[in-house]
């Protein structure tokens, strides 16, 4: 069971009958909407994965969908906060320069430019259409664990302006996951061409970590 909780953040009262829907990353399957009853509450008898939150049909969350999550909006009509495309933080820009071997990826019918190891030439690129194709490129297959890694990898480039460092990500995982996968044999097997802080940090968009060559 799912339970998503929609309030204000102003003044914490409940968001009464309002549309709420899950959206799972690995299949891209559905559950709602449902409306939310008197206590702000929407109630999905899913089981748990990655995936999205859209209140009133804009999203407000976007992570592991499993127990009781919270949705706070500073208003109703709160404008949407679309996942495609370099989020706040990650910035713009081009890593080409000349003579720079590139290859095109097709992203649904699109050309995207990445260089000859599949990072992006242009960050703002990024989405998770390009996250389905390069994997697609790279013989790998996505669940929701691959999923939580890029997120966490996108959000902390977000917060900290570098990437996340092999010892950050087995914290973080360890603590999310318990001992038996929130480790370093476990993070590469989950990302065996280079492990999370190769493959992982060119699946979410970000360039190569300081050192790799």
Not at 63 to 69: E, S, T
Not at 93 to 115: H, K
Request: aromatic residues 8%.
């Amino acid at each position: 069971m799912i339970r998503v909780t929609v309030r204000l953040k102003v003044n914490r009262e409940p968001v009464k009958r309002i549309p709420v829907e899950l959206r799972f990353d690995t299949d891209g399957t559905r559950q709602g909407p449902q409306v939310t009853d008197r206590d702000g509450v929407a109630c999905f008898d899913a089981a748990p994965g990655s995936g999205k939150i859209l209140v009133n049909g804009a999203e407000r969350f976007h992570g592991r969908l499993a127990g009781d999550i919270l949705v706070e909006l500073w208003s109703i009509i709160q404008s949407d906060n679309a996942s495609a495309g370099a989020p706040d933080g990650i910035g713009g820009g081009s890593i080409e320069y000349p003579n720079m071997q590139t290859r095109a990826l097709n992203v649904e019918g699109f050309e995207v430019l990445t260089d000859s190891e599949g990072y992006l030439v242009r960050p703002a690129d990024w989405s998770e259409d390009f996250v389905r194709a390069q994997a697609a490129a790279e013989g790998l297959t996505l669940d929701d664990e691959h999923w939580e890694i890029i997120r966490y990898l996108r959000a902390y480039y977000e917060d900290h302006g570098a990437q996340a460092s092999v010892r950050d990500m087995i914290r973080y995982f360890r603590e999310t996951w318990g001992r038996e996968r929130g480790n370093n044999a476990y993070l590469h097997r989950i990302f065996p061409m280079g492990g999370p802080q190769k493959q992982g940090n060119r699946l979410a968009g970000l360039l190569r970590t300081k050192g790799e060559h």
